[in-house]
Nanobody, 118 residues
Framework: QVQLRESGGGLVQPGGSLRLSCTASGSIFSVATMGWHRQAPGKERELVATITSLLGTDYTDSVKGRFIISRDNGKNTVYLQMNSLESEDTAVYYC????????????WGQGTLVTVSS
């Protein structure tokens, strides 16, 4: 059973930075696509960034140029470096692990709260 554990959330002032981490148990991490999603109060969960097993990355438009997703397969960990944070970035951030056919596996973390406020 794969489990994800996120850390790194907290309170930060506008313009500040935070780095989120998500560590996976098990041995499937290196072949998985990893993603960060977020859900702001009263809004639907949205995809923030993804990184494939071949290190291809993608970002939602609102975070391009400010957030960086990376991974360390030796540590089974994916990171989200968040810079120039804005109040609109306030949300619970969730890590997601996805593996395609034939495993067809999706696992979510429990979420970590990021609050951007002065």
């Amino acid at each position: 059973q794969v489990q994800l554990r996120e850390s790194g959330g907290g309170l930060v002032q506008p313009g500040g930075s935070l780095r989120l981490s998500c560590t996976a148990s098990g041995s499937i991490f290196s072949v998985a696509t990893m993603g960060w999603h977020r859900q702001a109060p009263g809004k639907e969960r949205e995809l923030v960034a993804t990184i494939t097993s071949l290190l291809g990355t993608d970002y939602t438009d609102s975070v391009k140029g400010r957030f960086i997703i990376s991974r360390d397969n030796g540590k089974n960990t994916v990171y989200l470096q968040m810079n120039s944070l804005e109040s609109e970035d306030t949300a619970v951030y969730y890590c997601k692990l996805s593996v395609g056919w034939p495993r067809n596996l999706e696992v979510w973390g429990q979420g970590t709260l990021v609050t951007v406020s002065s």
